[in-house]
Each structure stands twice: as C-alpha cells, then as structure tokens.
C-alpha cells in the first residue's frame, strides 16, 4: 500500500542524533534533504544538548551506535529519557538499532541479546505482520548490525518480524516507530563498517564480507523503495525548496 505525501507545513528542520564521531545519517539523511528538510545533527555523547521540545522540529531520529541501551552512560539515559519529549507532543519519532531499542527501553521494556549468542550481522529475512502489511509494502531481506534486539513492550504495535531476533519494527502512538535494521545504509558505510569492525563478522550467525556486498546488490533496491515509501508515511516533505547546497551537504 502507497500513500502520497503532501507538504508538511511549520518547522522544516529535523532532528538527527549521532553516536560517533565520524557518524553519518546515510541515506536517510539524504532522503530527508532532498524532501525539503534540514538537518540539526547533534551528538550527545560529546556534550551536545537536546531540546525541551519539539516545536522547532519536524520530526526526529536517533541512530545506531557501538553501544547498548543498557550502558550506565549518562548519555544514553539522557536519550533514553528524551524520548518521552516526542512521544508526548506526537511528533515523528524515528529509532534505528540502538535509537529503537532506547525508545524500547523508555517504554519499560527489554533490551537484551540472543539467548543462544546469535548475531544478525548481514542480510536476514523480514515478516510483516498483518499491521505491518495493511501499513505498506515491506522488503524481503534487510541489512542488520547488531548482538541485542529488544522485545515489544506495552502499548507498541509490532509491525515485522524476523527468525532469529522477532521484534523488527514497532509503531508507538501515531508517529513513533523503531526498526532494528539499517535502511539509511549506504555503499560507503557498507565498506567502512565491514572493515572498522571486521571482527564482529566472526560473532555466531554472522554472514562474511563478500556476503555483505553480494547481499546489497540483489536486496538493496527494495530496501530504498521501503525507505522511500516509509518517509511517505512517516514524515512527508517539507514545504519549502531543496537546494543544490542541500543535496550536496547531505551525500
């Protein structure tokens, strides 16, 4: 199922949270810019503030990271507890990865490995749920990084589902949704994580660099049509001109 975008009128500016230094929005970065959006990329972890509300934002996003959602960090309690800041004023929320399994977390729920070890790191199969497919059309494979999934606590709607870790997608309220997998991936951080981190690609249930690369080129197109479908969805355009300077600064 597609639904058509209509300009989103107020702020244009969206709200991107980062976990590392040289940490990129990918693709969904890219896709928000060329929607009309800017960018305020803050990093926490680094002493970047985080607003008191969302009025001067259109939506938010908080992305994956090395770290887990249940680090003593005062950074992610910080996050974690932000998230009610969103949820609150009904404004879209968007957790990747470790930005899902916070949100999870701030709900009262669980963030926790495999009980028998297991990893999805590589391609691995997605299962809409019922919900899940009356919302959209959902790609078959997805591109993961991660050793904890979390599990759908009350109040979430599960949305899609995979074999090894069952929680892939949950929707809270009307505009906050957590995904364990990496749509904002793109072929430049394909490279940069399968080398940075090739070590995790030996964890149990891992699939092999040449897996990675051979996995994008047939799977990668359906996951781009989801994001794209998604954002429809999610957060539409906004409703003012992109830029050639816009586009650029977000490849």
Request: some cysteine; overall charge positive; hydrophobic content about 40%.
């Amino acid at each position: 199922m597609r639904f058509q975008s209509s300009p989103v009128t107020g702020p244009s500016k969206v709200l991107i949270v980062l976990h590392q230094e040289t940490s990129s929005p990918g693709r969904v970065g890219q896709e928000l810019v060329k929607r009309g959006f800017t960018l305020d990329i803050r990093k926490p972890r680094f002493g970047d503030t985080l607003p008191d509300t969302m009025a001067d934002h259109a939506g938010a996003v908080i992305f994956g990271g090395p770290m887990s959602a249940n680090d003593p960090d005062g950074f992610v309690h910080k996050e974690i507890d932000w998230i009610k800041v969103p949820l609150k004023e009904e404004k879209p929320f968007l957790g990747i990865c470790l930005g899902a399994q916070m949100m999870v977390k701030h709900l009262g729920g669980t963030v926790a490995g495999h009980r028998d070890e297991l990893v999805e790191i590589g391609y691995y199969p997605l299962r809409p749920t019922s919900a899940g497919k009356d919302l959209m059309n959902w790609p078959d494979k997805v591109y993961q990084w991660h050793r904890e999934g979390f599990d759908c606590p009350r109040g979430a709607e599960l949305l899609a589902s995979g074999p090894t870790y069952p929680n892939q997608a949950i929707r809270v309220g009307p505009a906050a949704y957590g995904i364990q997998f990496h749509p904002e991936l793109t072929h430049q951080m394909m490279v940069k994580w399968t080398t940075k981190a090739a070590p995790r690609m030996e964890l149990p249930g891992a699939q092999q660099r040449r897996d990675h690369f051979a996995g994008r080129f047939v799977y990668d197109p359906a996951v781009r049509r989801w994001l794209n479908d998604f954002l429809d969805i999610w957060i539409g355009t906004a409703a003012v001109p992109v830029t050639r300077t816009q586009l650029k600064a977000a490849e």
